[in-house]
């Protein structure tokens, strides 16, 4: 794409388009290719399918230009995000690091821990919320910042975060999953590591897996694109095909998911059987004032506390617009009883509720009548 222009709507439309060709597609469809012809010394992009693929070019552009609009950036795209994850974890740390983790983010995080110190990495870990996390800095290799995190939507300071950080000679990478490069700009906050998953509302349609990490620097970005290749964690190119589609309508999506989470939001406060109502966009949330500085959307969940397990289960079973499903996101409503799962530190009545893109009306009617049922 040539130029940068300054609407992200329009950005999001073009990211990663190669220039026209006549008689040529739009957006490339996928390229299924295990390996390409290739003769003589091994020059150029793309000869076997586990290093290279413009499938993945095209994604990756695009991403990019998403998280750093006009700057110079790589973007290395991932099978999934813990793929993404592991992959600028397991290439920047050594034998004898000290990393500091959130201690309430993406619950597969804790499984990592026990790899980590395996390998003779140590595990810090403080909470993400009131900036916790700096108390724990000193002399860590690097820092791991999830903001919002994943299920208890406390946001921290990215900005602050980080120049601690570097000051103290680490590294900084930021899981931006729920936000998405729409939402929220880890690198232009000062991050090294812009990571997330992108099964969640990047790509939107819950459909595919994905991961992406994206940083300034080339070296780094090398690193990691070799982890990739050592570890063989590569997106299938109709992964990757899919996930640059659904691009285009990132701003559409997160424009009304996120109205819709906040009219959702405010919907829940007027209720009594409501409790630990969490929401970054909601004025009065505890994380409202740091996420109006760095977010440029909120998100699409939202999360709250029912009574008990029983409640929250009757509640779940009585709304008809919305899936009883993990993962969010996506342009249809989920919600779940997070407890379920066993690994985040929730009560037994934690609902995370993940806003789709049906009418709010319909959506909001349909929340209100289930929380009636689940009440009587
Ligand atoms: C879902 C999620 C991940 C993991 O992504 P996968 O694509 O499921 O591997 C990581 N971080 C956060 C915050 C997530 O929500």
Request: charged content about 20%; hydrophobic content about 40%.
């Amino acid at each position: 794409m040539t130029g940068t222009p300054a609407g992200e709507g329009t950005r999001a439309v073009r990211a990663g388009l190669p220039d026209p060709v006549n008689h040529e597609p739009t957006l490339p469809g996928p390229v299924f290719a295990a390996h390409f012809h290739l003769s003589g010394d091994p020059t150029g992009p793309y000869a076997y399918g586990r290093d290279s693929n413009p499938t993945w070019t095209h994604l990756e552009r695009a991403i990019g230009e998403l998280e750093a609009p006009g700057e110079r950036v790589e973007s290395v795209a991932f099978a999934s995000g813990m793929a993404a994850i592991s992959a600028v974890l397991m290439s920047q740390l050594r034998s004898g690091d000290t990393v500091v983790l959130p201690s309430d983010g993406y619950q597969a995080l804790p499984l990592v821990h026990e790899q980590l110190r395996a390998w003779g990495i140590t595990v810090r870990t403080a909470p993400t919320g009131g900036d916790a996390q700096l108390a724990v800095l000193d002399g860590a290799r690097l820092l791991w910042i999830e903001t919002p995190s994943n299920p208890g939507l406390d946001v921290c300071d990215i900005r602050r975060l980080t120049g601690a950080a570097h000051a103290a000679g680490a590294l900084v990478a930021v899981d931006n999953t729920l936000a998405t490069p729409l939402g929220q700009r880890p690198l232009a906050l000062g991050a090294d590591f812009s990571v997330a998953s992108g099964t969640k509302g990047l790509t939107g349609h819950g459909d595919v897996l994905l991961g992406h990490v994206s940083c300034h620097d080339a070296e780094r970005a090398a690193e990691v694109r070799h982890w990739r290749k050592i570890v063989g964690a590569i997106p299938g190119p109709m992964e990757a095909w899919l996930a640059h589609r659904s691009l285009a309508t990132l701003h559409l999506r997160s424009d009304r998911q996120s109205a819709t989470a906040l009219a959702l939001a405010e919907s829940l406060q007027r209720r009594t059987e409501v409790t630990g109502l969490r929401y970054p966009g909601l004025p009065g949330d505890p994380s409202h004032p740091v996420a109006s500085r760095q977010m440029r959307r909120f998100g699409c969940v939202v999360s709250f506390v029912l009574p008990d397990r029983d409640h929250a289960e009757r509640f779940l079973s009585a709304l008809t617009l919305v899936d009883d499903a993990t993962s969010f996101g996506g342009v249809r409503s989920t919600a779940e009883r997070r407890r379920r799962w066993g690994g985040d530190d929730v009560p037994e009545g934690f609902i995370r509720f993940s806003v789709g893109a049906e009418d709010p009306g319909d959506l909001l009617a349909d929340v209100a009548r289930a929380l009636d049922a689940a009440a009587r």
